[in-house]
């Protein structure tokens, strides 16, 4: 069924992926950017554009709230706009927000699945996020706010540097590796790691529209279907440059002696944590389906940094 689809964000890297996908679903599609916004890596044919901002709250409430509205995404929320859609945006069927599944970590079991502790704060979860989903499900059990809270893992794809084993996502890595240079990384192969495609996760909130009253209320984790090891991770650099670079290795702790970028709070603690998660519910729910494994969307990641002029 054809709905209008309203999505916050819509040049970003995985707004401007939904805008697609939705067009090409056959919904009626608009996006809200601040102005063009250079980084718009696909085609938004079809996509009527509003400039405004979400953050705004005459935008919210003189704009938006007039508009026809069945299903409003927004990527990158905060709780502000939370606060903002939940009071004026009363007309709107459905909301999508994206968080992440750094909610969950450290994980108590293998795999997490969305029944997993992420309410309190930890050494390593992005608890801003945690606070902002709490108030989300806190709108629907108090008002039936009509949200669903999608958490991805590690984003891999076209359109962005890849994760590197220091724990960001520092091109600077993957170039030596292309130049055959030394690596020091800490002791980390053996960590799991499991990351989502970009155009799947996109694909995810384009797939839960058809089944509106099934994903209200839900949290659901978008990823590939299976972790990996970081070890994995690193061998499919390797062989896409064909490197002969030497890995050597230290403790996280002396990494930044060598690297001076390299930060232990929430890059290299974060990058230490197993994260092995469970896909099922968003299958079971509305038909979620990934395209990718880790390694395809590392190759095509860093095909895309080469074809840029990034390495």
Same mark, same amino acid.
């Given at each position: 069924? +054809?709905?209008?689809?309203?999505i ?10 939904i805008?697609?996908?939705a067009?090409?679903?056959?919904h009626q599609?608009?996006? &809200? ?16 554009m509003?400039v ?5 709250e005459?935008?919210?409430s003189? &704009?938006?709230?007039?508009r026809?509205?069945? &299903?409003?995404?927004?990527?990158v ?5 939370? =606060?903002?859609?939940? $009071?004026?945006?009363?007309? &709107?069927?459905?909301f999508f927000?994206?968080?992440s599944?750094? +909610? ?17 704060? +930890?050494?390593?979860?992005?608890? +801003? ?8 499900l806190?709108?629907?059990?108090q =008002?039936?706010f009509?949200?669903?809270i999608?958490r991805?893992?590690?984003i891999i794809?076209?359109?962005r540097?890849?994760?590197?084993l ?5 091109i ?5 590796? $292309?130049?055959?240079?030394p690596? %020091?990384?800490?002791?980390c192969? /053996?960590i799991?790691i ?12 384009v797939?839960a529209?058809?089944y ?5 209320? =839900? ?5 590939c279907?299976h ?7 690193l061998?499919?650099?390797? =062989?896409?440059?064909?490197? !002969?670079?030497v890995?050597? /290795? ?7 002696a060598?690297?001076p970028e390299?930060?232990m !709070? ?26 990718r494994? %880790? ?17």
């Amino acid at each position: 069924m +054809t709905k209008k689809v309203l999505i916050l964000g819509a040049t970003g890297e995985i707004g401007g992926r939904i805008a697609r996908l939705a067009v090409d679903a056959g919904h009626q599609v608009s996006g &809200v950017s601040r102005g063009l916004n250079s980084r718009s890596q696909v085609d938004l044919t079809g996509v009527k554009m509003l400039v405004g901002d979400k953050g705004d709250e005459a935008f919210v409430s003189e &704009v938006l709230a007039k508009r026809d509205i069945d &299903v409003l995404i927004d990527s990158v929320p905060s709780i502000n706009n939370v =606060e903002l859609y939940s $009071k004026y945006l009363k007309q &709107v069927e459905n909301f999508f927000f994206c968080s992440s599944t750094g +909610t969950f970590v450290p994980l108590q079991y293998f795999p997490a699945d969305e029944n997993h502790p992420w309410r309190d704060e +930890t050494t390593v979860n992005f608890y +801003t996020q945690c606070i902002r989903d709490k108030r989300i499900l806190e709108l629907w059990e108090q =008002e039936k706010f009509p949200a669903t809270i999608f958490r991805p893992t590690n984003i891999i794809g076209q359109g962005r540097v890849p994760l590197e084993l220091w724990g960001a996502r520092d091109i600077e890595f993957f170039r030596k590796l $292309k130049n055959h240079q030394p690596i %020091t990384i800490a002791p980390c192969e /053996h960590i799991m790691i499991q990351s989502g495609y970009n155009w799947d996760l996109a694909s995810a909130f384009v797939k839960a529209i058809d089944y509106p009253e099934a994903v209200r209320g =839900e949290i659901f984790i978008i990823s590939c279907k299976h972790a990996i090891t970081l070890g994995q991770y690193l061998q499919t650099a390797i =062989e896409f440059f064909g490197s !002969k670079s030497v890995i050597a /290795h230290c403790p996280a702790e002396k990494l930044k002696a060598i690297y001076p970028e390299v930060t232990m !709070k929430f890059r290299m603690d974060f990058l230490l944590e197993p994260m092995c998660l469970d896909i099922s519910k968003a299958k079971k729910n509305f038909g979620y389906a990934p395209t990718r494994t %880790t390694q395809e969307g590392l190759i095509e990641a860093l095909q895309w940094c080469t074809d840029a002029g990034l390495l």
